[in-house]
């Protein structure tokens, strides 16, 4: 399941929104706050947009194919926040 979801993620990193785009120039290579982030990154077996090892922090860009997916974008928020609670604490 992994191998799927990073190769789902490599396809995405292919075919990025516009927004997408100009929201991964603006954050790689450091150039934002010298943070390193990822894009289209696999966490508890969902891809983020873009993410910050360092801070633990999930980018999601929400464009029109979020609308049509609203309780299973709830659902994978919830979950996604408490595995970087349980981070967190633990």
Do not use: P
């Amino acid at each position: 399941m992994k191998e799927i979801k990073r190769n789902f993620a490599r396809i995405l990193r292919k075919d990025q929104t516009k927004a997408e785009k100009i929201i991964w120039e603006l954050l790689r290579n450091r150039k934002f706050m010298d943070l390193k982030f990822r894009r289209q990154h696999v966490i508890e077996g969902f891809v983020l947009d873009f993410y910050c090892h360092e801070l633990r922090l999930g980018l999601e860009i929400d464009g029109s194919v979020h609308l049509k997916k609203k309780e299973y974008d709830a659902l994978r928020q919830n979950i996604i926040e408490k595995v970087f609670f349980c981070l967190n604490v633990g």
